[in-house]
């Protein structure tokens, strides 16, 4: 199901980037759906990003191994994972249409450039992996200006925790019902590994 929880993302994100500790804050919409060459169509599990600032957030641009990354806003280009686009015989430059539920139950499709491919390195996620920018995936979803998550990424050697108390109060006084998750908790590989040794 999609959860929506922070309408007029851009006011919001204005506000977690003014806290002192802010180094970038990328928002994210979680959706899932149908990708479609026009004879076969494949489930997805996509991410829709702010392609410039995650790119130079988290280095997304060095998971390409074919074609190029977003560019801009990304306009109507989608990255795939190189297992799905095996499954769709797709390659950057092709044609593909991605189909997904809205929040109010109505199918929506929007056509796509596949711009590049990406190895996700975890293989249930690689041969299911889409990634857009936000524009696109708000038409395909029509939710614009509304995103699932905002992420924030810390300047070297802040308080997580006193970061994590302000933001929260910054967002919840200006209206926002927010839940702040701090990295250990959503990195449930990181803490199985860990515990494994």
């Not at 929880?5 to 500790?21: E, K, Y």
């Not at 995650?54 to 074609?67: D, F, I, K, L, Q």
């Amino acid at each position: 199901t999609l959860q929506f929880g922070i309408p007029n993302a851009a006011r919001a994100r204005s506000l977690v980037a003014a806290d002192p500790a802010v180094a970038a804050v990328l928002p994210r919409i979680d959706f899932v759906g149908l990708a479609s060459n026009g004879t076969k169509s494949v489930p997805y599990l996509g991410v829709g990003v702010d392609p410039e600032p995650e790119a130079s957030a988290t280095g997304a641009r060095e998971m390409v191994v074919t074609g190029s990354y977003l560019s801009g806003d990304g306009g109507e280009g989608v990255l795939l994972g190189t297992g799905l686009a095996a499954a769709l015989g797709a390659k950057p430059g092709d044609r593909i249409t991605l189909m997904a539920t809205t929040p109010d139950g109505s199918l929506n499709a929007v056509d796509a450039l596949v711009k590049g491919l990406v190895d996700v390195r975890i293989k249930e996620l690689n041969d299911r992996y889409v990634a857009a920018g936000t524009g696109l995936v708000s038409r395909l979803l029509q939710t614009e200006a509304t995103v699932s998550k905002l992420v924030v990424f810390l300047k070297p050697r802040s308080d997580e925790a006193a970061a994590a108390k302000r933001i929260g109060s910054a967002l919840t006084g200006a209206g926002y019902p927010v839940v702040i998750r701090g990295w250990r908790e959503l990195a449930l590989f990181y803490e199985q590994v860990k515990l494994l040794y």
